[in-house]
Nanobody, 122 residues
Framework: QLQLVESGGGLVQAGGSLRLSCAAS????????MGWFRQAPGKEREFVAA????????YYADSVKGRFTISRDNAKNTVYLQMNSLKPEDTAVYYC???????????????WGQGTQVTVSS
């Protein structure tokens, strides 16, 4: 089992920034690709960003490209999502997820955190 715990969510004004963290425990974190997903009220969960196990490959949804940055620190068993130039439409519960394969496909991820709320006011 791999346990994932997100933190760093909160309320921010449009144009502001937040950094989400996802701390992992239980298995070898550095063996896993990591992803961030989000779910807005009344909408399906959607892909945000992914990073390979080494950190050498990253992939972003078009809606966040150029504003969000995913990174990881394998020594700290943590993956981050730096979110800049936030918009009200970024409001959602943000989840981190882990799997052996690097993907933007939600169903590929075996392990999930409980989520952290991000609210962007206009």
């Amino acid at each position: 089992q791999l346990q994932l715990v997100e933190s760093g969510g909160g309320l921010v004004q449009a144009g502001g920034s937040l950094r989400l963290s996802c701390a992992a425990s239980g298995r070898t974190f550095s063996s896993y690709a990591m992803g961030w997903f989000r779910q807005a009220p009344g909408k399906e969960r959607e892909f945000v960003a992914a990073i390979s196990w080494s950190g050498s490959n990253t992939y972003y949804a078009d809606s966040v490209k150029g504003r969000f940055t995913i990174s990881r620190d394998n020594a700290k068993n943590t993956v981050y999502l730096q979110m800049n130039s936030l918009k009200p439409e970024d409001t959602a519960v943000y989840y981190c997820a882990a799997d052996r394969k690097y993907s933007d496909y939600e169903a590929m991820y075996a392990y999930w955190g409980q989520g952290t709320q991000v609210t962007v006011s206009s």
